[in-house]
């Protein structure tokens, strides 16, 4: 065996070594490899994917050990084995690589309008205009030919958007995301901003501008061909469906805004975001934004629920738990309607998140005054008969139509509506600036939804000190009272300050003695 062999990988010996990637498109090349520089590429490119697999009404967790890039083997021998992998590993591997001891020579053969990539730093806008530290952004995604931006929710994702259509004028750009909702929000927004500006989701079509926007499942109309893709919302892409589509992107620089951070999806697959959109260029922590007056801060609030029993017990799924132990709890509800009362009683504008059509009925008994909200076709036929014979809505209570949604969140917008009761319709797509006090009655625990779902509040108004969010603590079960543990973790994050309300002790020994609902 030569002398030399095992030198460390940063001596002479290792650095006359060169690695040769090539660019094309959404994608990068090691056109030679050998095993060395494969087993490097796979200590970097792989990653555990956490499968979520149905079983009855529970999931069971299966990880599986995921390669992030494609070996071909030609067998004729007429091309040499080579890696194909997603561009936004290029600054991972570079630096595994030197680390190793090779240096890297770098080719982007992707063909491009460079006219497209033209900036004109002369429409960068002024001090005045930018909030704290948007100027940064903007210049991380000018300078950058990938990247991801994490920043809150109510930070002006938006309004940069906008801002970097008017620095790249001869630039085409497609902008998606998952939620309708939140694309018809974008459109609005920039339409206020740019002359040129379409839309195309299931029921809307509008082609042919400069800007487009896209709702994630009507992403394949694109032709692929647009110089820049932002997409808003980017944890929600880590699916094989998106990044299919981000895929047939083959010349464009990609962005992706998100308020969740990597790591937050709990299947893992921020990892392979990262294949197509790069690496972090920008990041805005939460009390930082607070501190410079770009959004509010937010507070939180811990009710306790206690009960003399634990009305889950025999739950034998994770959909009876939910059922008996939150949407039909009649003691928590009771303990939602007090809350959301107060506060409405005290002017403010209430909103009460939960997951399901059936707690927004078993809360409407409760809470008369507040409106329901939720998914057109979500209530009617049998359901909406079962629900009216006990008594929990009245016969006229509306139907929910895709009009009716929409005036409703026009209403809570412009806040001529105070109170309102939402299923997820309302967890994303929304600009509530006056809303003053959100309940969270899902007891739902998650990194993305402990941070989106609080993000109602953030957005600045000037009658708004701080958004009040309340949340409960489930003592009645150990799978709840985890739940609400994980949540107060999450808050702790954030830098949220977190307060007990223990001005409704008194209340527990009268609530704890009500009755379950029984159907």
Same mark, same amino acid.
């Given at each position: ?11 002479? @010996? ?18 030679? #490899? ?16 956490? *499968? ?14 995921? %390669? ?8 004729? *021998? ?39 990539? *033209? ?42 958007? $906008? ?10 750009? !497609? ?58 919302? =980017?944890?929600?892409? $880590?699916?094989?469906?998106? =990044? ?19 790591? !937050? ?59 008996? &132990? #939150? ?12 809350? @959301? ?25 409760? =809470? ?6 939720? &998914?057109? &076709?979500?209530?009617? $036929? ?50 509530? *600036? ?7 009655? %899902? ?9 989106? =779902?609080? &993000? ?6 000037? %009658? ?32 949220? %300050?977190?307060?007990? !309300? ?18």
């Amino acid at each position: 065996m030569r002398k030399g062999y095992f030198m460390s990988p940063k001596s002479g @010996a290792a650095q006359g070594r060169v690695i040769r990637i090539e660019r094309k498109g959404p994608y990068i090349v090691l056109p030679r #490899i050998n095993p060395r520089i494969r087993e490097i590429v796979q200590n970097n490119l792989r990653y555990t994917y956490l *499968k979520f697999e149905k079983r009855g009404r529970d999931s069971k967790v299966i990880p599986i050990p995921t %390669d992030c890039f494609m070996e071909v083997n030609d067998p004729d *021998k007429v091309i040499p084995p080579h890696i194909i992998t997603g561009a936004g590993y290029l600054p991972r591997l570079r630096k595994a690589f030197r680390e190793c001891g090779y240096s890297v020579s770098y080719k982007n053969l992707t063909k491009i309008r460079k006219k497209a990539h *033209k900036v004109l730093w002369s429409r960068f806008p002024t001090e005045a205009q930018l909030r704290y530290r948007q100027g940064a952004c903007l210049r991380a995604v000018l300078n950058n030919p990938y990247g991801r931006i994490h920043c809150p929710t109510g930070y002006g994702k938006s309004w940069m958007i $906008g801002q970097l259509a008017k620095l790249l004028p001869y630039a085409r750009i !497609d902008i998606t995301t998952h939620s309708r909702d939140v694309i018809e929000m974008i459109y609005a927004e920039l339409c206020s901003m740019l002359p040129s500006v379409g839309i195309v989701h299931g029921s809307k079509k509008e082609w042919g501008h400069r800007v487009m926007c896209y709702s994630g499942k009507s992403l394949h109309h694109s032709d692929g061909k647009a110089d820049f893709l932002f997409v808003d919302e =980017l944890h929600e892409f $880590g699916t094989t469906d998106y =990044l299919d589509k981000v895929s047939g992107y083959d010349r464009s620089r990609n962005y992706g805004f998100s308020a969740n951070l990597p790591g !937050d999806r709990p299947d893992g697959a921020d990892f392979e975001i990262e294949g197509s959109f790069g690496p972090v260029r920008f990041t805005m922590p939460y009390d930082e934004a607070v501190a410079h007056g770009c959004i509010v801060q937010i507070k939180v609030m811990w009710v306790d629920v206690v009960m003399d029993v634990n009305p889950c017990e025999d739950a034998s799924d994770s959909t009876m738990r939910n059922r008996w &132990g #939150i949407w039909r709890n009649q003691v928590r509800n009771e303990k939602i309607a007090a809350v @959301a009362n107060h506060f409405l009683e005290k002017g403010k504008q209430v909103l009460v998140l939960v997951d399901t059509v059936d707690h927004a009925c078993f809360l409407k008994k409760l =809470l008369p005054d507040f409106e329901m909200v939720y &998914g057109e &076709g979500n209530l009617k $036929g049998p359901d909406r008969s079962k629900y009216i014979k006990w008594g929990l809505i009245e016969p006229d209570e509306p139907i929910m139509t895709t009009e009716r949604r929409f005036e409703l969140k026009h209403s809570f917008e412009e806040g001529s509506l105070r109170a309102a009761i939402a299923t997820g319709v309302w967890n994303r797509g929304v600009n509530f *600036k006056q809303l003053q006090v959100l309940i969270r009655g %899902d007891a739902k625990t998650s990194a993305i939804a402990d941070t989106q =779902l609080p &993000g109602r509040l953030a957005r600045i108004d000037e %009658d708004k000190d701080y958004g009040l969010l309340v949340d409960f603590h489930d003592q009645f079960d150990s799978v709840m009272q985890r739940r609400a543990q994980e949540r107060k973790r999450r808050y702790a994050k954030m830098r949220w %300050d977190q307060i007990e !309300d223990h001005s409704r002790d008194e209340d527990n020994t009268r609530y704890r003695q009500g009755q379950l609902f029984t159907g």
